[in-house]
C-alpha cells in the first residue's frame, strides 16, 4: 500500500495569482498522477510525473498552465498558475502499486 | 483507448436493504484490474472493491460484492445491508495490468441512503 501526505487541504485564491500543491509518498514510486475533479464530475488525468524527466500531460492541459516538478521519487509538485474562476475543483494526487491506486487527500481550490 | 460508463448518475436505497450499481467498460486488453472506489463529501478517494480480469471468481469484500461479467464487459457493485455511512459518490475505475498505469474512471453514481 502507499500512504500520501497532500497539502494543503483547502484553498480560495485570487483570480491571476498561482497555487502549488504537494504530495509526499511513504515509499518510493516511479509514477505519480495528477487528477482535477471538477464540481459533481469524474476525475480527469491532467498528467503523469515520472522522476527525472518531463511529465506528461492529456489533451487539454498544458505545461505553462499546470507545471510539475518531480524531485525525487517521493514527491511532486503540481503549481495551477494563472488562476480563473474556471480552475475551481478539487486536484488529486495519486499513485499505483501492485494495480491499485492510492489518492492523496485532495485539495479543494476554490478561486474568485 | 479505455472507456468506462456508469448509467446511474443518482440512486437511493433504504437503510438495510440492498442496491447494486452498475458499470460498463470497453476495452481491448485481455489483462487488467476493476475498481469500486468510494468517495464520501470528505474528498478522499476510497477504494472499495478490486477485481482482477483473470480471476473468475466475484470479488467480495463483506457487504459489498462484485458481478463481473468479462465477456459482457459489465462490472456491477451490489451493497447488501445498506448502511447510512455507505453514501457517497462512487466511481468505478479500469486500470491496465503491468507498470503503474494511471486509471480510467466513470462519471459516478451517487448513492443515497434513506433512513
Known amino acids: 500500500s502507499a500512504v500520501i501526505s497532500q497539502k494543503p487541504s483547502r484553498d480560495i485564491c485570487q483570480r491571476g495569482t498561482s497555487l502549488t500543491i504537494q504530495c509526499q509518498v511513504d515509499?518510493?514510486?516511479?509514477?505519480m498522477f495528477w487528477y482535477r475533479q471538477q464540481p459533481g464530475q469524474s476525475l480527469t488525468l491532467i498528467a503523469t510525473?515520472?522522476?527525472?524527466?518531463?511529465?506528461?500531460?492529456e489533451s487539454g492541459f498544458v505545461i505553462d498552465k499546470f507545471p510539475i516538478s518531480r524531485p525525487n521519487l517521493t514527491f511532486s509538485t503540481l503549481t495551477v498558475s494563472n488562476m480563473s474562476p474556471e480552475d475551481s475543483s478539487i486536484y488529486l494526487c495519486?499513485?499505483?502499486?501492485?494495480?491499485?491506486?492510492?489518492f492523496g487527500q485532495g485539495t479543494r481550490l476554490t478561486v474568485v | 483507448a479505455q472507456t468506462v460508463t456508469q448509467s446511474q448518475p443518482e440512486m437511493s436505497v433504504q437503510e438495510a436493504e440492498t442496491v447494486t450499481l452498475s458499470c460498463t467498460y470497453d476495452?481491448?486488453?485481455?489483462?487488467?484490474?476493476l475498481f469500486w472506489y468510494k468517495q464520501p463529501p470528505s474528498r478522499q478517494m476510497i477504494l472499495v472493491i478490486r477485481?482482477?480480469?483473470?480471476?473468475?471468481q466475484n470479488a467480495t469484500e463483506n457487504r459489498f460484492s462484485v458481478n463481473f461479467q468479462k465477456a459482457a464487459k459489465s462490472f456491477s457493485l451490489k451493497i447488501s445491508d445498506s448502511q447510512l455511512g455507505d453514501a457517497a459518490m462512487y466511481f468505478c475505475?479500469?486500470?491496465?495490468?503491468?507498470?503503474?498505469?494511471?486509471?480510467?474512471f466513470g462519471s459516478g453514481t451517487q448513492l443515497t441512503v434513506l433512513p
Open positions: 510525473a515520472n522522476q527525472g524527466s518531463e511529465a506528461t500531460y
Open positions: 495519486s499513485v499505483v502499486s501492485f494495480g491499485e491506486a492510492f
Open positions: 475505475a479500469y486500470g491496465g495490468s503491468g507498470s503503474a498505469r494511471q486509471l480510467t
Open positions: 515509499s518510493q514510486v516511479t509514477m
Open positions: 476495452t481491448s486488453e485481455s489483462d487488467y484490474y
Open positions: 477485481q482482477e480480469a483473470y480471476k473468475q
